[in-house]
């Protein structure tokens, strides 16, 4: 692996033998950097940088044309099916041999063609390899879409896959929830003291109380329902340490030991029972329920306490509406959020690994793996690489690009990369 340039960002210099046929002609920032923008067809591309970058690339990205029977200023979306297809097809066979063995392949689409998609997926990399097919939800049911005939259409799908599934690890992502759990609905007065000790109340009458009312009903028509509840939120996200739920554990899927405290448990329900377990969170019931904590799935998110879950394969958090700017240039319609791509790479990728996106469009994923300190090569057949990737890329090593995800990574610029063109 390459060493590291300023401010994280990998570099090394980029070695293109005399036959890979890929010819730098300009490099920005760094001299010394690997990262590789690519003009030109991009199966062409990709055959010649088997050549250089045999079983390197650890994430392949692709945001390819969805078929949609329209045209847009940098390209024509049109195809018969079988003409999608006889696209696709030899371009995803020629990622492989530029994949590591652990790599992973994320292919972003619509409803239009998901079908021939998925087959041919399951044609290239195997149906067993198969990660996880993700839904996007990327807007809402408003203005001309909601008078269409049918269900509207919301949503994109992402299709992943692996070289080898089980090589593959998965970087454990999480998301921030939306509102406070109504589980967790009980304050705990004294979390510091013995758990024999513990006092518990209901949560909205604790923050009555703070707030200097005698009931949680007369704070709810004094403030309002939405703004009390908004304070209960802010305070049990502010003193999550005191906030608990009970939760009844399965009996039949916990160990001997966790059922023997289980039953003493119902046996005295007012008392706390604590079970020690070594490496594991304790085992702490009460009346024959789980006493979980709030405070263990708060999180502090660019400076404010919120909760987070494992992510699912629903992915209706990342907002594409107001990204019409983002990186410094207009790409309608067909640019992805850099938080999108953010979640990807991090999903499958560590800093300094290798990301390649063959439909690189305005630069996004290019963008992305540069601020997050991963290597990276896009390759783009149109006059759009030189009008808005190649500006966007530069913006991003000048640091003067602080849209997207950079305030995220703390990226302020710094880094390089090198303009190739087919020979």
């Known amino acids: ?61 692709l945001d390819p044309p969805f078929n949609t029977g329209r045209s847009f200023a940098e390209y024509t979306d049109s195809r018969t099916a079988d003409d999608w297809v006889a696209m696709m097809r030899p371009r995803l066979r020629a990622l492989l041999p530029l994949l590591a063995k652990d790599a992973a392949v994320f292919v972003e689409i619509d409803d239009t063609q998901l079908a021939h998609l998925q087959l041919l997926m399951d044609e290239t990399f195997g149906a067993k390899n198969r990660i ?29 896959y692996a070289k080898d599934k089980k090589a593959w690890r998965y970087r454990p992502q999480m998301r921030v929830r939306r509102g406070l759990d109504p589980a967790y609905s009980t304050w705990l007065d004294n979390p510091d003291a013995a758990p024999e000790r513990w006092k518990f109340r209901p949560l909205r009458s604790a923050v009555a109380e703070s707030l200097d009312y005698a009931t949680s009903r007369e704070a709810s028509r004094t403030l ?52 020690e377990r070594e490496g594991r969170p304790p085992f702490i019931v009460r009346g024959g329920n789980r006493i979980l904590f709030l405070a263990d799935k708060v999180r502090t998110i660019d400076g404010k306490n919120a909760i987070v879950e494992p992510l699912t394969n629903v992915w209706d958090d990342v907002p594409f509406q107001g990204i019409a700017r983002e990186g410094g240039v207009v790409f309608s319609r067909n640019k992805k959020p850099e938080r999108l791509v ?65 305030s995220s990574f703390g990226f302020a610029g710094g880094g390089g990369f090198a303009v190739a063109r087919i020979r």
């Open 342 to 406: 953010a979640r990807v790479l991090a999903m499958a990728t560590d800093p300094g690994d290798w990301v390649l996106d063959p439909f690189l469009g305005s630069g996004t994923t290019a963008a992305v793996a540069h601020k997050m300190g991963r290597r990276w090569i896009g390759i783009e057949s149109g006059a759009h690489l030189d009008t808005l990737c190649v500006p966007r890329l530069e913006r991003v090593v000048q640091g003067k690009d602080e849209t997207g995800v950079s």
């Open 132 to 160: 996880s097919t993700v839904t996007i939800v990327r807007s809402a049911t408003t203005g001309h879409k909601a008078k269409n005939q049918g269900p509207v259409h919301v949503t994109d799908f992402l299709l992943v």
């Open 1 to 61: 692996m390459s060493g590291t340039g300023r401010r994280g960002v990998p570099s090394s210099a980029v070695e293109l033998r005399d036959d890979s046929a890929l010819a730098v002609t300009t490099r920005h920032g760094d001299s010394s950097a690997s990262n590789l923008l690519v003009h030109g067809d991009n199966l062409v591309a990709l055959e010649r940088l088997a050549r250089t970058h045999a079983g390197m690339v650890r994430c392949v990205y």
């Open 224 to 275: 309002g329902k939405r703004e009390f509840a908004a304070a209960v939120e802010r305070v049990a996200l502010d003193s999550a340490r005191h906030v608990v739920r009970f939760a009844q554990p399965r009996y039949e899927a916990i160990g001997k030991a966790a059922q023997k405290t289980v039953d003493k448990s119902r046996a005295a329900p007012e008392r706390v029972f604590v079970l």
